[in-house]
């Protein structure tokens, strides 16, 4: 029996890009399927990456570019994988595809549609920390170009005769009565690349996350950073001050969950930058455990920033606790056996990855095994043939671990889909 | 004169109401330079790219000048239709009016006559653009690996296939000899021996892998897609080999502490290296008690190595499996653990009773037949230990030939000694040369799982672009050197990153690859006589365009 060539990869971060973009290379037909309106993952959400600070949008636009420019690669937004029968080399799948309401061939993109939009709610990608419109894209630059109508909060849902935004559109790009599809595609072999989440770490009372206003974690702290973020890069309190002292945590539920997320140090190291870059006069302490900054180059960030300033404080032991005034929080912990405190501002939680909800429940809907903490388990040695043949996963999906490591994951698993579906 | 088309685009309101594109048609007109304006409303919508195909055709029109938004957005779309027109699709010029005047030009009449600016100089420059042809090249998709370890061994592994060879040169050595000397592997401490025995089997029952040991090569001359590597083997001299691609995996070395004299290296012969320590007959060696001390040599290179901790680790179970009594301690400043099951594997070293002491200073000396370790932890608490041996975990240094192997194709080395990436994080195993790629110890520090992951990470770009049978496109708008011109100063050769301009020592003119050359313009800027020429930004195009923005 003849393989199918053709093959699916489920999530558009910066695995799945680059998995879809060197198969495509190769003349396969891929087929990307991705949960959110946009795509690029969460790679999108930071202003720059270690070491050498680049800025992160610059580095995937391109790549990103080209995908949408790739005749073989169908990318699939608003998607998921719903079902999924056959086997190695002659997989069938059903991926159940939600309305966008705004037609892609016909929107230019040029924004007239949203702001008109009478309805205001939360940002899930600022991470809340900005409102957005029932009609709206992710974030300024976010890809395709092409806005997506929220259907729990536009005001039609509720049942108003509202159509301001069909009535701004100069390119007739509305459609209020676009409808779910269900698609079944016929693939080869599958990667899965459906990423990672940052714990929710309100259950450590020590932390005092969701508890005190101004305990950030490490994606809020990067969205404040964003030049293209809730407050074009201004870092701020909840209270729309600047911070004078910043506390950084590392390590953050690590005993919950037993492992090292890997990329904190140099991500904190990196916030700790920041902060020096935007508020010169500020403070920046970074609590840590075991300073964890492993391969060449980032030894020389770190060292980078030490110089600017930023103190280093060991301690295992450590509480968060709101001063009686609401206004500043301060930090208790343990140095050498001494109790020690330090009064800051704001305080950034690194708390562990995890990973992404998404991950679980296709693991589950595919077959996967998964390992201790979750992730989906792997071949000894092989790090991206997951328990099914026919099935691979590449970056966060897999564990924790750094972009660089993402790419090299994906380019593996290129070799092994090619090898696998040739004749 | 050639017959020249202009488009504007409305944009729908975009381009349309924040500039007077009446005016612009009107001032176009009495400039007399094109032989006919056209407007739409969306050029890139079907609609609009049927009208502007069947447009050119109707007019006749030999060039085009196309206002709209970036062409990041659209000019591969208006190419396509100029080869639809029957155009060659270079003889166009998109102006951006959309986010370089509409969108942040608020003025109106500015907007206007900014938009104005940039599309008489796009005029004026379309007029001196030359068709551009495609080229494709046939590629072999072979593949020359150079190493001996673990990584070239994957790497052929994994490139291997019906119609793709690979040749694998051990320079000096046995396939896998530095593996003979390691007892276990990281964190499986599964047998190195076994493992590696399974995997050069693997690579000897494979006919479309040829291994040649103790191998030496001559040179490696060509370019992406057709390499030739000249090898003296066991048996032939002159031996050539053709591939489309080269695979550096040579292994990286451990750093050799002779330096660090408080550390007692070279001076007591119980202080071994970890590497060292793996070839040593442990059973005859006794140890009671033994120090393993980690990030020996950090300080100076520069960075963490990343395997060490787990490997001190793994070295400490070892001793503890085959001597319970023994008591064996850690000496460390920060454990890196950086993998989901290596706090689980500390943990277990732990309860098997290693111990753990982290330190600020440490030194070692001679006491009596023994040594002694003084320590300071980071509280200021000074202690000392004596112990039967010391084992200094050392980090990892680039092997010796990276430098020369990095010479032959002009891959520049990072400042640790190790070969550069083409970009550190999105294309971690290639480098600036095309078609030759870095893995395992030649990129830097790294464990065995870095080192068979960045195999199958090269095999991934080799099977991906080298597609057996398959024409290579090349790159379009790329440089070229007049002979006429040309006094051989090499100015170019310095500036090209990828090493494509080359000196033509017998003509003593430059040469420009057109395989390797990017078409940066990196040449065509630095050239002193104006000799070398970026195809697409000649510097005529360039001058032309600016007198109408400078007038």
Redesign the interface.
Known sequence: MSKNKDILVIGAGLAGIEVSL??A???RKVYLVERESYFGGNAIKSEE?T??M?CATC?LAP?Q?DLL?NKNIELMTLSEVKGISGDVGDFKIEVSKCARYVSS??C?G?G?CFEPCPVSVDNEFEEKLSKRKAIYIACAGALPNVPVIDMDHCLRAKGEDCNICKEAC??DAIVYDDKNETIEINVGAIVVATGYTLADTSHLDKYGYGKFKNVFNAFEFERLRASNGPTSGVIQTRDHKQPKSIGLIHCVG?DES???S?VCCMYLTKFAHYIFDRLPEAKAYQFFR???????????FSNEVREKGVELI?TKNLKISENSDGQGLKIEYEN??VNESIDVDMVVLAPYIKPHPSTTKLAKLLGLEL???G?IKTG?????SAMRPGVFVIGCAE??K????V??????????T??LT?D | MAKIGLYLCE????IAQAIDLDEITEAIKKDNKVAGIERHK?L???DGKKFLAESIKRNAFERVVIAACSP?QHE?TFMEVMLEAGLNAYMFQLVNIREQCAWVTPDKNAATLKALTVIRAAINRVKHHAALEKKEIECNPNVIVIGNGIAAIEAAL??A??DRKVFLIVEGKRIGDTYKNRRLLLS?M?SAEE?LRSKVDELKSNKQIEVFENSKINEILGFFGNFIANIDTEKNKNVELAAGSVIFALEAESFVPKALTNLGYGKFDKVYTAAEFETIDVDETEPKSVAIIHCVG?KKL?????FCCMNSMKIARYIKERSHESKVVQFYR???????????FYKDTKEKGVEFVRFQDIEVAGEESRLAIKYKE??GKESKLLVDIVILSTGLVPASKTEEFSQMFNIPL???G?MKEEH??????ATITEGVFIIGGVR???D??DS???A??????????L?PG?LQPLETKISRVSEVICIGCGVCVNVCAYGAVKLDESKHISVVNEVLCRGCGNCASACPSGAAQHRHFTTKQINQEMIEILK
């Open positions: 060197l198969l290379n190769a003349g990456i070491p050498n680049e580095m790549k570019a420019e061939t016909n230019i040029c007239a100069m390119f690590r037993g492992y090292c890997q075991e300073f964890s900054i492993p391969g060449k180059g980032n030894q020389k060991r050498e056996s390992d201790d903490f992730f000894a040695f092989d790090s991206v564990g924790p750094f972009m660089k490591n790419i090299i994951q994906a380019q593996v698993a290129a070799a092994n090619l090898r040739e | 944009c729908g309101p975009n969306l890139c919508s079907d990041k591969g994994k490139t296939h019906n499986s599964q493992f950090r520069g960075y963490c190595s990343k920060n454990l890196c653990l950086p993998d989901k099951q290596y706090d689980k980071e509280n990072d400042e640790y190790f550190n994080i999105l294309n971690p195993v830097g520090p790294g065995i799982d068979l992951e960045q199958g990470a090269a095999a991934g770009k080799i099977l991906s672009s597609v398959r």
